[in-house]
């Protein structure tokens, strides 16, 4: 499929480069390193998130950020969707949107994913979309590769595989950072950045999550969940809950961590960290959600405790499988 992708990517001059919505460390990563690398390459690219997801506070010191959602729509001999299962990850706006271009391009590494367009470049086992994009670029001319494109690939590799330290790590992703590493990139600050810098707000929201977690199931189970008020006590948003559920999974007991944060009313967003041999996209396919093995997510429109009961019924039904 390389093949016909760099085919693809010869041969057109205008190109959007599509986000998931609540876009990470490797969507947004992806995102600027597929505009820095093919205009490089002489092509005019453009980069759409879905109006009204906003760019974590950690990446905006990434190179080129500033292009997302600069431009307004317009015609493209090329759609690339990048780090994205489903079309409906897409939203339904950029979905539209992408569908508007001439030839389509899917880029991607979730084990849920369901092949949109017939050029899908899907590898499951690595550890994120950019350790793919590293490879693609390689092939279609690795001169054009510099410093701020291998800041970006290396940014989702770091993110993705949780500082290396995530299931989907391999011989391969270690193999990689290396060479990337090799251009000089500012290592330590994209670790401190991206892995282990906090606000203080952040901080205050996490202390006041974990001290109310709750666990079921002989401790197998682990629960913490984010309403609208504890956003506003904390002057954080839902945006800010990333990673908070891996202190869960982190416990010793713990086979599944579930964070669920208050959307809007009735509507929740979830997420699903596991571990042991448990599948978590398969957990979160329960409500038509999925992700990677160890660490998935979905959306549930219920009320607060529906939620919650469907939830603990889904692990409890997985532990027990």
Known sequence: MYE???????????IAVFMHISPDGDCVSSTLAVYAYLTKA??????????????????LFLPHVEVINAEQFKT???????DCATPGRLGPNNYKKFQKCADH????????????????????????????LYKLFKEFDKNLIDKDIATLLYAGLLTDSGGFSFSATTAET????????????????????????TKLSVFNLTNRILSRA????????GLIWFRRDDFDQTDTSIEDTEGIVNEIINIDEVKIAIAVSEMDENAYKVGIRTKDGIDASACAAY???????????CRIHADFQTTIAKLLEMAGNVLNA
Do not use: W
């Open 105 to 132: 391009i899917c880029i991607d590494h979730h084990i849920s994913n369901t092949p949109f367009v017939e050029a899908t470049i899907l590898e499951p086992k690595a550890a994120s979309t950019t350790q793919i």
């Open 42 to 59: 002489g092509k005019s690219v453009h980069c759409f998130v879905e109006e009204g997801n906003k760019i974590r506070d950690n990446l």
């Open 214 to 221: 709750e666990f079921y199931y002989d401790n197998r189970v």
């Open 4 to 14: 016909t992708v760099i085919k693809k990517l010869h041969s057109a001059q205008s």
């Open 287 to 297: 409500f038509g959600g999925g992700g990677h093995f160890n660490a998935s997510g």
């Open 76 to 82: 493209y001999d090329l759609g690339i969707a990048v």
């Open 174 to 197: 270690m193999k990689i950072a290396a060479e990337l590493a090799a251009y000089g990139i500012d290592i330590y600050t994209l670790n401190r950045k991206l892995i282990k810098e």
